[in-house]
Every structure is written in C-alpha cells, then in structure tokens.
C-alpha cells in the first residue's frame, strides 16, 4: 500500500510506501499517527504548514460490512487539536483498489488559484479549478460529473469551505452521485479551502479486486458477520425507520435536543419520529439505502417532501439539529434546510446548534421556519453576520 503525498506549493504529487507497522491501521488511527510526526502543534489550521489527510481502512475496498468509509483529519479551525470526521461514498473504495491507503496535501498555493486534484491509476494530477471558484457543491458535482464521467468519486467543498468558514464541511458523493455525505465536524472543509482544493476526483477504472491471502475463509467471516448485523433488533430498526427512530424513545426519556438545550422533550416530536418519516418515504416514492458499498443496515433515506423535492441523508441529527432545537417539527422544512446546508457545504450540526444560539441574541425566532432560512441565506450571501463569524 502507499500514500499519496501532494505539495500544493510546489505543484508535485509522489508516492511513498506505507510503513510496515501502519500496513493494520487507517481511518482516524491513520491521521492521528501522521499529525503527530509530521505537523507541529503550533501549526496554525489554516495556514500552509496544516496537512489534510484523507484516510481509509485495511478493508474499504473488500466490501466488508461497514468498513468502507473514509476518514478527513486534520489539524481544527475550531478545536485546535487533531480532527477526524469521516462519511460514506465510495470514495474509500476505490483508493483502497488504487493501492491508496491515504492522501496527505501539504502546502498552500499563491492567493487566487483554486485546484482540483484527480487520483487514478498510475499517478495524480493538478488541475485548474478557477472556473469552478464559487460553486455550491451540487451544481459542482454535476459539472464535473459531465466533464469525467459520474462513474468517478467526488470529494469536495462549497462556498463555506472557500470563504474559510469554520464550520465548513467536506462533501462526498455516494452510489447514486449524490454527494451529501459529509465529513462534517471540526471546520475541515475550511483547511480544504486554505488549502485552494476545490475538489478530489476519484477514478477507480482500470483497478481489479483486491487479492485475498484466504477467500474462501474470508467470504466465510464476511457471511457470518452479516447474518449477525441483519438478525440484530436495533440494526433492524435503524433499516426500517433509519436513524430518526431513536426520536421517540430520546424525547420520552428527555434527552431529545430542543429549543437550544432547554429541554429534553421536543413539543411536536411525534410530527418528526422514525416512524412518521418512514410514512411519508413510502407515500412520497422515497427509499432507505446502502450510505456505501458494503453496507447492510441501509439505514439512510432519501426523503422526497410534498413537492417531490429530495434530500439524501436525512438522518437523526439533522431533525434534532435543524428541528427540534429550533423548537420546529415539520420534516419537510428540516429537509428543506439540510439540503441547503449540503450545498453551501456546511456541517448542519455545527450550524444547527449555531442557529439555536442565536435565537439568545434575538437573530433567530425560536420554531419559525422563514426565520431559520433567512440565517441560512446569510450564510451564503456573506453578510456581515457570516464575516464576523468566521
């Protein structure tokens, strides 16, 4: 395995191996080992001496349950420690195929340049991305999708990440395309940003499956594995109602967030459980599916709204963070708002609890939906609420 080391200063992209003792190792455990040994605690986050560290697993491309999600690290804007977050997508897939066990972009670039980096087999390359500068991560997808081809994984910014915002996420695309799976806590989109990359293009073509020292013993832990996930109460339910169906249970023992934190027991709660979601997914022609390849729960759901407009992802944090501690329980205005926060490329937990604070300062009317999207609409306009903020 290798790791794929690019300096944005000087434009030039190596390989080098992975050392022996990392070959078990990926993910956070992975970013954690190469932050300590390579970047001063002094470093600022989001100066050039940061490194961004995409990370995946010593399994991702095997289809092993669960194990194919790809962690970003890095040192936080907001924490100022070490951050990993990590998504689904299948962009750890096919790094793992591309004998790729993580990418490491050190540097910065001169003030006005923007790049995209595309991975393949063989080598990585820079590439000019200034007519891309600006674009929320939706639109962006779809272009480059149009110039490379939508069998290739993109991981990207938006607007948030440009502007340094430090609760900017890092957007990955799934098996459909969508790309609304966030590697969302720690500001990391913002050291994406710093760093003038606007997004990686991943291209598993021409790659093979991994070879196996044992297939049939592993095909064998694999088979056993998964019958223990599908026989499991909980993980059955998390692929009937997806994560929304611990809102009922969290608000009957008061541990629901809302109204900013004040209390446990959202009023309207029974508007937004797990069940109610599940309703209105089969109505509305919506699905539960795999957040990767290699996921059995598929406890993620694409949630169609009365209009038949769709938001991928909608999860439990989001109806707490963009719902129930706005003191709002409609799911389709909570869909509405994570959608937007997808494509400005914000972490909506980050902004949710953001925009509970705010109702303090009298910013925010707590349980008004317009009031709750006029903020987000600061947020992309950068007003100077938004600047201040940063």
Not at 211 to 221: S, V
Not at 259 to 281: D, H, I
Request: glycine share 12%.
């Amino acid at each position: 395995m290798k790791i794929l080391r690019i300096d944005i200063s000087e434009k030039k992209t190596s390989f080098e191996d992975l050392p022996e003792e990392w070959t078990l190792i990926g993910g956070r455990g992975l970013i954690a080992r190469i932050m300590n040994r390579e970047v001063s605690p002094n470093t600022g986050p989001l100066g050039p001496d940061n490194k961004l560290i995409f990370a995946c697993g010593p399994l991702a491309g095997t289809l092993a349950p669960q194990c194919g999600r790809l962690s970003v690290g890095a040192k936080s804007p907001l924490t100022m420690g070490i951050k990993e977050a990590n998504a689904g997508g299948t962009s750890a897939q096919k790094l793992d195929k591309l004998g790729i066990r993580a990418i490491i972009i050190e540097g910065a670039p001169r003030k006005g340049e923007l790049f995209l980096i595309r991975v393949r087999r063989g080598g990585a390359e820079l590439i000019d991305a200034r007519e891309h500068r600006e674009k929320k991560i939706f639109s962006l997808v779809e272009s480059l999708f149009d110039t490379y081809g939508r069998s290739h994984s993109i991981i990207a910014i938006g607007v948030a990440g440009e502007r340094l915002y430090r609760g900017a996420s890092i957007a990955l695309t799934d098996m459909y395309g969508d790309p609304s799976r966030n590697a969302g806590r720690g500001g990391l989109g913002a050291v994406m940003g710093s760093k003038r990359l606007k997004a990686l293009i991943i291209d598993g073509s021409g790659t093979n499956a991994l070879p196996f020292a044992d297939k049939e013993a592993f095909r064998r832990e694999v088979r056993e594995w998964t019958e223990a996930i599908r026989k499991d109460v909980g993980c059955g339910l998390f692929s009937t109602c997806g994560t929304p169906f611990t809102i009922a249970l969290n608000s009957y023992q008061g541990t629901m967030p809302a109204n900013n934190y004040t209390t446990g027991r959202p009023p309207g709660f029974l508007n937004v459980t797990g069940e109610v979601t599940r309703r209105k997914v089969w109505e509305r022609n919506g699905r539960m599916h795999a957040c990767m390849p290699g996921c059995v729960v598929q406890c993620s759901i694409i949630y169609p709204d009365s209009e038949g407009n769709k938001t991928s992802a909608y999860e439990y944090e989001a109806v707490s963070m963009l719902g129930t501690n706005l003191g709002i329980a409609d799911t389709d205005r909570i869909a509405c708002f994570k959608h937007i926060c997808d494509d400005i490329g914000v972490d909506f937990i980050e902004i949710g609890s953001a925009l509970a604070v705010s109702s303090e300062a009298g910013k925010l009317r707590m349980g008004d939906p317009d009031s709750v999207l006029a903020l987000l609409e600061e947020i992309e306009s950068d007003t100077p609420l938004t600047t201040r903020a940063r």
